[in-house]
């Protein structure tokens, strides 16, 4: 879905959404380039610029509403999507996007993302994933592996990591995305889709933390590894990948297989990508390296799902409709009054 | 006053005030069976004063003590503060209501039972040992009136042609006790009837309307008939200011408290909750006022609240979220980043019993230091109390005026026993309500740079509200220390320094447009008796009574915590001794000596209950008596 340009906006630059901070982040930190995309994106969204309101918990990523020349809140460690939640509530117009890191939403803020998400407020969340705790100077994170060793965990984390788009499929999230920082355009592309869906859309972008975890996402970031370590996702397409565009995915007996084509087996052989398809997008979270390409683009899809913030103006109009426009003094009197004139009663 | 019935008069007797409880199962309808002899008491035109008390369970097991359910109520020809300290009339429906009320009863007071729920099995599974039978006991026989009524029989007999099954017949046996009461205190039938036909004719239950209001009938008559009395009593209507009145619980009062702030202001009202003990009807009041723009939000938890809140409010709602003593704890963070954020926002505390879960269906006034003080470092929030069922309304409208003037977080320090009470409301005149201010700037203080959020009105010492999508004003707020005027990131020494005395300063600011400390008696003497949030009532009955024996004795009640009235300082120094009863173990008294230097006594006590009066009198006087410690340096 597409919106027509609105000529009464002015045009914006990307500079035009650049605050004047200094960006305090560490020399080669990934986050420096999920800026600079949501710095391209915005003009192209054709919104106006004091309708975008960023909200962010606490961590390195967290500082991103600081860099940004819109609205902005730096909130408290985990609650970004409540804040969000009131913030859109309160005025449905504004576009509202949180950026926060995978200790944030998905530890202490874990129970605010379950919910953002089944309620399908229209807000967009960017999860910058980098499988570390920065700010505190590097502790194991709920997307650390097993066995990571850590400042907290001298002799490797006991943690099973979480798979963070799996829950946000399980709970209920309309729109679910992943790339890797290093990829710009792809970022700036998922960001406008993103920006088009009605709904929560969550985007996890795989982050490097140069400092505490370098080169945690070695593997998708490398030239030479990624054709065989991810799988870009298009809608209605055969899922291919590897450097020669020689492997692709089938499904059977319910579960997802790799295999080479050629030996009679076609593309029109693969699983096509349908983004409709719920159940499908949970068993695409289940793919994990080093056994299978790790998913990269739109895993998940459903516009028709109606967002929390319009079902609650549509009550509110609907309750206004039946019941006409509150009226103080019927409310004040509540079921029955009595008058007493002087010192008299009567009913 | 309270009325005694030591000797039943032959004849009907009028007398002043009486204090009655209706007592059975939680699943007997207690509740509204008081509700209905309120409103009947109301419309008749005598002053009322009402605690509900129910169990937490919602359905303990039947006939167990855990599970007793009670409604007390007083009714006077005169004005009346509390809801009675002594039962002059209990019903009780089953033994377990009986054991745990009987206590409560005046000695010769009127005690109605339905005996035929004193069974073998319900005598024991409420605890009686073996063999007991209450109502075989000579020396309770003589202690109270007891009137044995067999009222699940007489009911099912009134109901017989009903064609109704047992289960919805039984359930009218409440109606046919009411229908007693009635009669006892000649109290009108008609209010209930329409009432009971408003409530089940809505669902398309004729039926049940039809027995309930069979059963209210059969118990009336009854009364009339058996001649178990030997008389009736009258209580003439009191007498009220002229006026317009309607009988309020303190949670209602509240909820329309802050839907009229909203309309004062011309905002829409937010307001974001989770459901807790007794908190929970605020959201279900404002859920219902929809169409007065009001937007509620169920949260996932308490801190998902606050936070919802504090959102709202940046994007300029009117912002409020409602919540007991846990829920405070657990929004604490937040309110701290509302501080900073210095945006306006209201925070209910109806205070229960604590700590942890505590007794979540009893009240206490524990929480005020925890309001004052929860939050990390140096946070200070406005903190009000409202002092009476009806008062939850003015202190509504005020703790968003004083929020909206401050831009700054209000907690409203309600608690369960004015949550849940009922008293007369003579309805405010809603042409003579103040408006709320507000404005929310929409061209920038800052032509040649960015806009300054941080820069402030030098009366208020406020910053300026300015909401996303406007043009121009984008801004960033954060929990990181602001540099004041330009809001940006500081870890400037001196600068936090200065935005922590600002941050108090502003709340020391509302003092010039908050009402002086009212008070009540001698302007100097004897004693002062201070009291704060929902004691008033008790408080006042017993003020009045001691002066009415000869104590030059003041009293005045606390409604601002934070900032104190400015004349607090001056009226502490006109009394020799300073008196603060508290349900709690003595937070205002600390206070208190600590600002003003004073020694303060303290009345604590902490049963998850209001004071009484006569408890209150005994202490205050024993007080008086005494010197140690007690008489002000
Ligand atoms: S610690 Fe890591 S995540 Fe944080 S700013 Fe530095 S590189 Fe980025």
């Given at each position: 879905m597409t919106t027509a340009p609105d000529t009464s906006l002015p045009t914006y630059k990307a500079k035009d959404f650049a605050s004047d901070q200094d960006v305090r982040w560490c020399?080669?930190?990934?986050?420096?380039?999920?800026?600079?995309?949501?710095?391209?994106?915005?003009?192209?969204?054709?919104?106006?610029?004091?309708?975008?309101?960023?909200?962010?918990?606490?961590?390195?990523?967290?500082?991103?509403?600081?860099?940004?020349?819109?609205?902005?809140?730096h909130s408290i460690h985990g609650r970004a999507p409540a804040f969000a939640t009131g913030i859109k509530l309160a005025n449905p117009n504004l576009d509202v996007w949180i950026v926060s890191g995978d200790g944030d939403l998905l530890s202490i803020g874990g129970n605010h993302t379950i919910h953002v998400l089944r309620r399908n407020?229209?807000?967009?969340?960017?999860?910058?994933?980098?499988?570390?705790?920065?700010?505190?100077?590097?502790?194991?994170?709920?997307?650390?592996?097993?066995?990571?060793?850590?400042?907290s965990t001298p002799l490797g984390s006991l943690d099973f990591p979480l798979n963070p788009l799996a829950m946000v499929i399980a709970s209920g999230g309309t729109f679910v995305a992943r790339c890797i920082d290093i990829d710009l355009k792809a970022l700036e592309k998922l960001m406008l889709i993103a920006e088009h869906h009605r709904g929560t859309s969550f985007i996890e972008v795989y982050q490097d933390c140069n400092i505490f975890n370098h080169q945690a996402w070695f593997y998708a970031s490398q030239k030479d590894s990624r054709p065989e370590t991810t799988i870009e996702l298009?809608?209605?397409?055969?899922?291919?990948?590897?450097?020669?565009?020689?492997?692709?995915?089938?499904?059977?007996?319910?579960?997802?297989?790799?295999?080479?084509?050629?030996?009679?087996i076609s593309e029109a052989d693969l699983l096509h990508h349908d983004e409709t398809n719920r159940n499908r997008a949970y068993m695409l979270t289940q793919l994990l390296q080093p056994n299978f390409p790790e998913p990269m683009g739109v895993l998940f899809r459903d516009p028709d799902e109606p967002t929390y913030d319009s079902l609650v103006e549509d009550q509110v109009k609907q309750a206004t409709e039946k019941s006409g426009p509150g009226d103080l003094r019927t409310l004040i009197e509540g079921p029955s009054t009595w008058t007493v004139q002087g010192d008299a009663v009567s009913g | 006053m309270s009325a005694t019935h030591t000797k039943m008069p032959a004849e009907d007797q009028q007398i002043d005030a009486v204090a009655i409880r209706f007592a059975g199962d939680s699943g007997d309808g207690m509740q509204l069976t008081g509700g209905f002899f309120t409103d009947t008491s109301a419309i008749v035109g005598n002053d009322i004063a009402t605690f509900p008390?129910?169990?937490?369970?919602?359905?303990?097991p039947r006939g167990t003590t855990y599970g007793v359910s009670g409604f007390q109520l007083q009714f006077s020809s005169s004005d009346i503060h509390t809801p009675g300290d002594s039962v002059n009339a209990l019903v009780a429906m089953n033994p377990a209501a009986l054991k745990t009320n009987i206590e409560d009863v005046e000695p010769g007071g009127i005690v109605i039972v339905n005996e035929d729920e004193f069974t073998e099995v319900n005598l024991r599974k409420c605890g009686y040992p073996d063999a007991y039978n209450p109502l075989e006991d000579d020396s309770l026989q003589s202690s109270y009136r007891i009137v044995q009524v067999p009222m699940s029989r007489l009911t099912r007999e009134s109901l017989a042609d009903s064609g109704m099954g047992a289960k919805n017949i039984d359930r009218c046996r409440n109606m046919f006790a009411l229908g007693i009461m009635y009669w006892l205190y000649d109290r009108p039938l008609e209010p209930t009837i329409q009432e009971l036909e408003k409530k089940f004719n809505a669902k398309g239950n004729e039926a049940v309307a039809e027995i309930n209001v069979k059963a209210l009938k059969a118990g009336y008559y009854f009364g009339e008939n058996a001649e178990l009395f030997p008389s009736r009593f009258h209580i003439a209507p009191a007498t009220f200011e002229p006026g317009t009145y309607r009988k309020i619980a303190g949670n209602e009062a509240t909820a329309i408290g802050f839907a009229t702030a909203a309309q004062l202001a011309k905002k829409r009202l937010f307001y974001a909750g989770y459901p807790i003990t007794p908190a929970s009807e605020l959201l279900h009041h404002l859920a219902r006022m929809k169409n007065f723009g009001v937007r509620t939000f169920q949260a996932e938890d308490e801190i998902a609240a606050v936070c919802a809140a504090i959102g709202a409010a940046f994007a300029g709602d009117l912002a409020m979220c409602g919540t007991s003593g846990p829920g405070i704890a657990l929004k604490a963070e937040a309110m701290g980043l509302a501080v900073m954020l210095e945006l306006p926002l209201v925070i209910v505390d109806v205070q229960r019993a604590g700590p942890a879960t505590g007794m979540p269906t009893k009240t206490e006034q524990a929480d005020l230091l925890q309001a004052l003080y929860c939050r990390p470092s140096e946070a200070p929030v406005i903190v009000v109390a409202p002092a009476s069922p009806a008062d939850c309304f003015t202190m509504a409208i005020e703790a968003f005026r004083l929020s909206v003037r401050a831009m700054c977080p209000v907690i409203y320090l309600s608690d369960g026993y004015i949550a849940n009470g009922a008293e007369p409301w003579k309805l405010p005149d809603i042409e003579s309500l103040e408006p709320i201010s507000i404005t929310h700037p929409t061209e920038t203080n800052n032509p040649d740079g960015p806009y300054l959020p941080y820069m402030r009105v030098e009366e208020t010492l406020s910053r300026p509200w300015a909401v996303p999508g406007t043009a121009g004003l984008e801004h960033r707020v954060g929990g990181l220390e602001k540099q004041d005027i330009t809001g940006e990131v500081s870890y400037d020494p001196a600068n936090h320094e200065h935005m922590v005395r600002l941050r108090a300063e502003k709340i020391e600011r509302l003092q010039s447009v908050i009402p002086p400390?009212?008070?009540?008696?001698?302007?100097?003497?004897?004693?002062?008796?201070?009291?704060?949030?929902?004691?008033?009532?008790?408080?006042?009955?017993?003020?009045?009574?001691?002066?009415?024996?000869?104590?030059?004795i003041a009293n005045a009640h606390l409604r601002y915590l934070n900032p104190f009235p400015k004349n607090l300082g001056d009226v502490l120094q006109r009394y020799d001794r300073i008196i603060v009863p508290e349900i709690n173990m003595g937070q205002l008294r600390m206070l208190l000596?600590?600002?003003?230097?004073?020694?303060?006594?303290?009345?604590?006590?902490?049963r998850g209950k209001s004071f009484l009066v006569n408890d209150l009198v005994d202490d205050v006087e024993r007080v008086l008596k005494s010197d140690k410690g007690a008489v002000k340096q």
């Open positions: 020399p080669g930190c990934g986050d420096y380039a999920v800026l600079k995309a949501v710095q391209k994106a915005l003009p192209s969204m054709h919104r106006k610029r004091e309708d975008f309101v960023f909200v962010s918990g606490i961590g390195c990523a967290a500082r991103f509403p600081y860099y940004m020349n819109t609205y902005g809140m407020v229209d807000i967009n969340i960017i999860l910058l994933n980098n499988r570390i705790y920065g700010l505190t100077k590097g502790q194991y994170s709920p997307t650390s592996e097993f066995g990571k060793k850590t400042k298009e809608h209605g397409k055969p899922m291919i990948f590897g450097a020669e565009k020689d492997k692709g995915l089938v499904e059977r007996d319910g579960r997802i297989e790799i295999v080479e084509l050629g030996n009679g | 008390d129910f169990p937490a369970e919602i359905r303990a400390l009212e008070v009540v008696g001698p302007a100097s003497g004897e004693a002062l008796l201070l009291g704060w949030g929902g004691t008033q009532g008790s408080i006042t009955t017993a003020a009045n009574r001691l002066r009415e024996r000869g104590h030059k000596r600590a600002k003003f230097l004073i020694d303060v006594i303290g009345i604590n006590r902490v």
